[in-house]
């Protein structure tokens, strides 16, 4: 009777640590990028009463007599089930379609979350406003380039802040020059207007003489006064067609102009004529397009499926910011659950796989859309129900035994 008593207890205790879990879930319902929990059950030690015999002769063997010692916690596992995705419609709300967590550091932790509720910080920084924990990620160089080759740092996106120039670096022109030109010496100018390494606009004038059938020459010269030191590249400034009137591949690209601006970084400019004609017409060849860029402040910015950051300048320029990093776990459910819906390492989970989303099992990234609980409420309910009542049947185990002893002790009056 007293093992029946214990066992009664250890149900009770093991009924009253699943009903702590479930309150939790649901405490959690509506939590972002929650994640639930179950509990697991095994009985404990058997007591052997009587050992299994074998068969002896023409008698069958037994088997053993064991009686349990009660019910013990198994486990705990969290269910990394993935979460319905709401949408919010908040450019900086992210949620993971697949497998990842954001990589969260606050200089001394990193830690890892599901929770993609982030706001800019006053320093520019894309943070978890209720922690202040910094997403991580990689930023591009001045060029727009990413490199994850590195460690991940925290994501900056400087809006208003910013101001970002280009230099040229090329120029590309189109249209026609005219097959047949009147007599004499005939050339066709087009003013371009090129930027130097602090963002200064520069005019030049390219101009177009015709040389022969087909053949034309071109020369680079300075608008300014006094006018700007231009060194043309070595061997002839040529432009030939075919028969067609399209341009040869061996002339359509220029080698570099070197335009020497005083107080900043010599330009260096490639013509490319790739999309000029020679036909019957009027000379309509024109710059159409040239890749540098006035000063520009960061308005706004964008982030793609793969964690992209890409922003908008008030110049026109469009360019890669950052990149936000993810991680991947071999065994999620070892995650050890840190508060403010973080997670860190155990011994269990496998050390962080970071990288980008949509590569090595991270999943994708959701803009303007945040990833609800996994709690289902229906199969919470449920499982206090069961749970309320084992404990109740546990209690009434227990309520007998004491009943049974009671008479037990009466026997002797």
């Known amino acids: 009777m007293l093992r029946s008593l214990y066992s009664a207890i250890s149900g009770m205790r093991s009924k009253q640590t699943k009903l702590d879990v479930i309150a939790n879930n649901i405490s959690n319902v509506n939590t972002t990028g929650f994640k639930g929990s179950r509990v697991k059950f095994h009985d404990m030690l058997s007591q052997t009463i009587r050992n299994a015999s074998a068969p002896v002769g023409g008698r069958a ?243 793609g499926r793969g964690g992209v950051i890409t922003g908008t300048y008030s110049n026109g320029l469009v360019r890669d910011i950052g990149q936000i990093a993810l991680a991947y776990f071999g065994n999620p459910e070892a995650l050890l659950k840190e508060g403010g819906n973080f997670y860190s390492v155990s011994p269990n989970s496998g050390e962080p796989l970071i990288g980008v989303a949509g590569s090595g099992g991270r999943g994708s990234i959701e803009v303007g859309m945040l990833e609800m609980s996994n709690v289902d409420l229906a199969t919470e309910f449920t499982e206090m129900i069961s749970t309320s009542r084992a404990f109740q049947a546990n209690s009434r185990t227990v309520s007998t035994s004491d009943e049974m002893l009671q008479e037990l002790i009466q026997l002797k009056r």
């Open 61 to 303: 063997g037994t088997n053993p007599a064991q009686v349990g010692l009660g019910v013990a916690v198994g486990g705990i596992d969290t269910s990394h089930v993935q979460g319905a995705l709401q949408a919010t419609g908040r450019i900086s709300d992210l949620a993971v379609q697949g497998s990842g967590f954001f990589v969260m550091a606050d200089g001394a932790r990193t830690l890892f979350t599901r929770d993609g509720a982030f706001s800019l910080s006053l320093a520019r920084e894309l943070v978890n406003a209720a922690t202040g924990f910094r997403v991580q990620g990689w930023m591009a160089d001045g060029t727009g380039n990413i490199s994850t080759a590195t460690p991940p740092t925290a994501m900056q996106i400087p809006l208003g802040d910013s101001v970002i120039t280009q230099p040229t670096t090329r120029a590309e022109f189109s249209g026609n020059l005219n097959n047949s030109p009147p007599a004499g010496t005939y050339s066709h100018t087009n003013t371009i207007t090129v930027f130097d390494s602090k963002g200064e606009a520069h005019q030049l004038n390219v101009t177009f003489t015709r040389t022969g059938a087909n053949a034309w020459s071109y020369a680079v010269a300075s608008t300014a006064t006094p006018p700007l030191t231009i060194t043309p590249p070595t061997g002839a400034l040529a432009l030939n067609f075919d028969t067609s009137g399209a341009v040869t591949p061996a002339t359509a690209t220029s080698g570099a102009f070197s335009v020497v601006v005083p107080g900043a970084a010599n330009i260096s400019l490639t013509l490319d004529f790739n999309s000029m004609t020679q036909v019957a017409g009027t000379s309509t060849a024109v710059m159409r397009f040239q890749d540098g860029y006035a000063p520009g402040e960061l308005l706004s910015f964008i982030i």
